[in-house]
């Protein structure tokens, strides 16, 4: 097949916000600091090298030592943690959920569209250091959206009640897991691979934050990956300025509904509170909502003052967690960040919180859309190319494929277009008759148009239906197919787990490979990966 991507705006799948965003419609410029094109780094190079504190890059090296306390780290990964303390290094990062075993691919595909766009700009800029960043979102809560991933069309799911944190959480259950995932798996040496990885991932750390960085890093650390953890004590006293402003001044729900209203027309993604920050502690994880002069933690019997919340905040930062809306600002305050990476969903709520940013003095990062890419093996390509489909085709919506290819295949034009341009033309003329004779005839006239053209649409839908049941063979492969590359008629890197590919890889090293270079996250395309 002739190409090997198709363009995110072509691809079908992207809100009508990012495809405007990506084709740098002016009325979306005021909500982006710059678009990310590689000249475009070195602006921002220089602003966040003028605001970024010298003492916050050695609070921050010493964060990640102690974080990676109990790891074995690669050489690459701990130069990153050491060229941090440097003014000249910066980061580029993507944060993602701790789902279960990565969850669904697109996780792969944010890690390496960072440690890709690093090395781009190490080659472009070589004067300085770009240090790949993934930010685990060890404070959500929603235990729901994480605890499970598909594997061969099952769901494999860690059934346990969660409350507060899930990066807190205990790993108790898992072995039952990773019972049902050893048994699906079967056995070969791809097999064994993906066994004791998610073994050693899960069974032998205490919590999901252990256990997801001990898997990101095993499968990344060769690429120089620092995997953060923003639940931090430290990090958070970096922080605490921008809560207090927070919690006495509610300055990012005043900002962002300033600049929701230049996002009418499209579908906000999430609302601000009038306080952005959460309480957390290793059960709870709960709004904290001012009323009545007090700061009372949301479906708790907790509250505050504000001097007693003011002095908590300074003594127990660790307690305090932003929420979406606020989390972007605390990964710049205490990351040398140039640039965020992320999917259409995460863009979009990016896009409401430029004003906030300002309001704060905080450099906003250049926002980058994730790659994204359609993995496919030999064998599909081949079924694909005899049944004379190509990549648009294959992701257009299903329905609209089928009609097409029934009017393609058909042995006569199944488009009564010419027949219904013919009859108005027909009607125009009836029109201009009666409009000159009786004018009372014009309703029955139009009556009539109506009556025609819709016996017309009635007979073309009949004809295609008849068509499709003389070629439904043809048309069942080619459903067949789209299907297996779109699992639900969804995005296959919404749903499929990377190990859903270990039959057809030789190795997973080389899988890995493979998307590294095929992944070129300054480029908008979708990728088609054939392995």
């Not at 250049?366 to 294959?394: F, G, H, P, Y």
């Not at 003389?470 to 590359?485: C, F, M, Y």
């Given at each position: 097949?002739?190409?090997?991507?198709?363009?995110?705006?072509?691809?079908?799948?992207?809100?009508?916000?990012?495809?405007?965003?990506?084709?740098?419609?002016?009325?979306?410029?005021?909500?982006?600091?710059?678009?990310?094109?590689?000249?475009?780094?070195?602006?921002?190079?220089?602003?966040?090298?003028?605001?970024?504190?010298?003492?916050?890059?050695?609070?921050?090296?010493?964060?990640?030592?102690?974080?990676?306390?109990?790891?074995?780290?690669?050489?690459?990964?701990?130069?990153?943690i050491?060229?941090?303390?440097?003014?000249?290094?910066?980061?580029?990062?993507?944060?993602?959920?701790?789902?279960l075993?990565?969850?669904?691919?697109?996780?792969?595909?944010?890690?390496?569209?960072?440690?890709?766009?690093?090395?781009?700009?190490?080659?472009?800029?070589?004067?300085?250091?770009f240090?790949?960043?993934?930010?685990?979102?060890?404070?959500?809560?929603?235990?729901?959206?994480?605890?499970?991933?598909?594997?061969?069309?099952?769901?494999?799911?860690?059934?346990?009640?969660?409350?507060?944190?899930?990066?807190?959480?205990?790993?108790?259950?898992?072995?039952?897991?990773?019972?049902?995932?050893?048994?699906?798996?079967?056995?070969?040496?791809?097999?064994?691979?993906?066994?004791?990885?998610?073994?050693?991932?899960?069974?032998?750390?205490?919590?999901?934050?252990?256990?997801?960085?001990?898997?990101?890093?095993?499968?990344?650390?060769?690429?120089?990956?620092?995997?953060?953890?923003?639940?931090?004590?430290?990090l958070?006293?970096?922080?605490?300025?921008?809560?207090?402003?927070?919690?006495?001044?509610?300055?990012?729900?005043?900002?962002?509904?300033?600049?929701?209203?230049?996002?009418?027309?499209?579908?906000?993604?999430?609302?601000?509170?009038?306080?952005?920050?959460?309480?957390?502690q290793?059960?709870?994880?709960?709004?904290i909502?001012?009323?009545?002069?007090?700061?009372?933690?949301?479906?708790?019997?907790?509250?505050?003052?504000?001097?007693?919340?003011?002095?908590?905040?300074?003594?127990?930062?660790?307690?305090?967690?932003?929420?979406?809306?606020?989390?972007?600002?605390?990964?710049?305050?205490?990351?040398?960040?140039?640039?965020?990476?992320?999917?259409?969903?995460?863009?979009?709520?990016?896009?409401?919180?430029?004003?906030?940013?300002?309001?704060?003095?905080?450099?906003f990062?250049?926002?980058?859309?994730?790659?994204?890419?359609?993995?496919?093996?030999?064998?599909?390509?081949?079924k694909i190319?005899?049944?004379?489909?190509?990549?648009?085709?294959?992701?257009?919506?299903?329905?609209?494929?089928?009609?097409?290819?029934?009017?393609?295949?058909?042995?006569?034009?199944?488009?009564?277009?010419?027949?219904?341009?013919f009859?108005?033309n027909?009607?125009?003329?009836?029109?201009?008759?009666?409009?000159?004779?009786?004018?009372?005839?014009?309703?029955?006239?139009?009556?009539?148009?109506?009556?025609?053209?819709?016996?017309?649409?009635?007979?073309?839908?009949?004809?295609?239906?008849?068509?499709?049941r003389?070629?439904?063979?043809?048309?069942?492969?080619?459903?067949?197919?789209?299907?297996?590359?779109?699992?639900?008629?969804?995005?296959?890197?919404?749903?499929?787990?990377?190990?859903?590919?270990?039959?057809?890889?030789?190795?997973?090293?080389?899988?890995?490979?493979?998307?590294?270079?095929?992944?070129?996250?300054?480029?908008?395309?979708?990728?088609?990966?054939?392995?």
């Amino acid at each position: 097949m002739p190409n090997d991507y198709i363009t995110y705006q072509n691809s079908g799948y992207f809100s009508k916000l990012i495809v405007d965003y990506l084709d740098q419609k002016s009325e979306l410029k005021s909500l982006y600091n710059r678009f990310p094109t590689v000249e475009n780094f070195k602006l921002q190079i220089e602003e966040k090298s003028k605001n970024f504190p010298i003492e916050n890059r050695e609070i921050l090296a010493k964060a990640l030592t102690n974080q990676y306390q109990k790891f074995e780290i690669s050489e690459a990964t701990s130069n990153n943690i050491e060229l941090l303390k440097k003014s000249n290094t910066y980061t580029i990062t993507t944060g993602h959920q701790l789902n279960l075993f990565t969850g669904p691919l697109y996780f792969l595909y944010k890690i390496i569209s960072v440690i890709n766009l690093t090395k781009e700009l190490k080659n472009t800029y070589p004067e300085n250091n770009f240090v790949p960043i993934y930010w685990m979102a060890t404070e959500d809560h929603d235990f729901d959206e994480i605890n499970f991933f598909n594997f061969k069309g099952k769901k494999i799911q860690w059934k346990r009640e969660s409350n507060g944190p899930v990066g807190r959480l205990n790993t108790s259950g898992l072995e039952l897991v990773f019972e049902q995932f050893s048994t699906e798996l079967g056995l070969g040496n791809n097999a064994n691979y993906l066994r004791e990885l998610f073994k050693k991932s899960y069974l032998e750390h205490d919590n999901l934050a252990d256990a997801t960085r001990y898997l990101a890093n095993e499968l990344f650390k060769k690429e120089g990956l620092v995997i953060l953890d923003g639940d931090d004590s430290e990090l958070k006293k970096l922080f605490i300025p921008f809560a207090k402003n927070e919690l006495l001044h509610q300055t990012s729900f005043k900002k962002v509904n300033e600049t929701l209203p230049l996002l009418k027309e499209y579908n906000v993604q999430v609302n601000p509170r009038e306080i952005n920050l959460f309480y957390i502690q290793d059960n709870l994880r709960e709004r904290i909502v001012f009323e009545n002069g007090n700061y009372k933690i949301n479906n708790t019997l907790l509250s505050f003052s504000e001097s007693e919340i003011l002095t908590e905040l300074e003594k127990n930062p660790e307690n305090f967690s932003p929420n979406v809306i606020l989390r972007p600002l605390y990964q710049e305050v205490i990351l040398p960040n140039l640039c965020y990476i992320g999917g259409g969903g995460e863009l979009a709520y990016w896009l409401e919180l430029k004003s906030n940013f300002e309001a704060n003095t905080i450099t906003f990062p250049i926002l980058l859309l994730r790659n994204s890419a359609l993995i496919a093996t030999k064998k599909q390509v081949e079924k694909i190319e005899r049944l004379n489909l190509n990549w648009a085709d294959v992701f257009q919506n299903q329905q609209i494929l089928i009609n097409e290819k029934t009017k393609t295949i058909s042995e006569f034009t199944i488009d009564f277009s010419e027949q219904k341009e013919f009859l108005k033309n027909q009607f125009k003329a009836l029109n201009e008759i009666a409009n000159k004779t009786d004018k009372s005839f014009l309703g029955a006239v139009k009556a009539q148009e109506v009556k025609q053209l819709k016996g017309l649409d009635t007979l073309e839908k009949k004809l295609l239906k008849a068509e499709k049941r003389i070629h439904t063979e043809k048309l069942e492969r080619i459903v067949k197919i789209q299907n297996e590359l779109f699992p639900n008629q969804t995005l296959q890197e919404r749903k499929s787990n990377f190990a859903d590919f270990y039959d057809e890889a030789n190795e997973f090293e080389a899988f890995f490979s493979l998307l590294n270079s095929h992944l070129q996250p300054l480029k908008q395309n979708f990728n088609i990966v054939i392995i």
